[in-house]
């Protein structure tokens, strides 16, 4: 399979743990993106890397979300002290320049 | 600041009924528009794309979209709707100045068999 990947496709956690989750973009796409989606809402923008430059952050992502895309290949997302309100699927998405971008299938976050 | 509006939150059909679903976006500038499609259980997907050019775009699976700029509207439409489009579709846009996508809501799509 060629496309988006992310791992883990489910988690869940207590409030106040750190979570971790990775991307897998398509191979030669140089960008790649992080959204966020709530129940009966489209997908929010969170981040974007081009390469391993994070060229754009969100207001939506507070000094608790950090995000890595060390050698411009896979990127990480972490969440520090989750709280409840992050209980959300957290989507990756990759492109090539100027172009569509490819969703993987998700991460589905339960904080309990 | 720039959004995407979808004002049908659910829609139910019979097949082979017609389908229109409404966006409209809000920018005033050079926007590029995309629907995408959530079947159940699997990643969004793009069904078109408008860059530039002829304003009515064709997609997959039969999907066409217009782009009025007058309207601020970029509406998805099909002729005849399958059981098989049962999903869900978003309606994004991405401005010029920007790289990252602005979705609407989401249009819940039922098609009865």
């Known amino acids: 399979d060629t496309g988006v990947s992310q791992d883990p496709r489910h988690k869940i956690t207590k409030r106040g743990q750190n979570v971790t989750f990775r991307c897998d973009p398509i191979s030669e796409h140089n960008r790649l993106y992080w959204y966020r989606q709530t129940l009966g809402q489209g997908p929010e923008f969170l981040t974007y890397?081009?390469?391993?430059?994070?060229?754009?952050k969100s207001r939506l992502l507070s000094d608790r979300f950090s995000a890595e895309r060390p050698k411009g290949s896979f990127s990480t997302l972490e969440i520090q002290r989750t709280e409840q309100g992050d209980s959300a699927m957290y989507l990756c998405?990759?492109?090539?320049?100027?172009?569509?971008?490819?969703f993987g299938p998700g991460t589905r976050l339960t904080v309990l | 600041a720039q959004s995407v509006s979808q004002h049908n939150h659910h829609v139910i059909l019979s097949e082979a009924a017609s389908l229109e679903l409404g966006c409209n976006y809000s920018?005033?500038?050079?926007?590029?528009l995309f629907w995408y499609v959530q079947y159940p259980g699997q990643h969004l997907q793009l069904l078109l794309k408008?860059?530039?050019?002829?304003?009515l775009v064709k997609g997959i699976k039969g999907f066409e979209a217009e782009f009025i700029k007058s309207k601020f509207s970029f509406n998805l439409r099909k002729p005849s709707v399958q059981w098989s489009d049962t999903a869900e579709y978003f309606c994004?846009?991405?401005?010029?100045?920007?790289?990252?996508?602005?979705f609407g809501s989401g249009t819940r799509l039922l098609v009865r068999p």
């Open positions: 998405a990759s492109s090539l320049e100027n172009n569509e971008q490819f």
């Open positions: 890397f081009q390469n391993e430059a994070q060229l754009e």
């Open positions: 920018y005033g500038g050079t926007v590029n």
């Open positions: 994004a846009s991405w401005m010029d100045s920007s790289y990252k996508l602005i």
């Open positions: 408008y860059f530039s050019g002829d304003p």
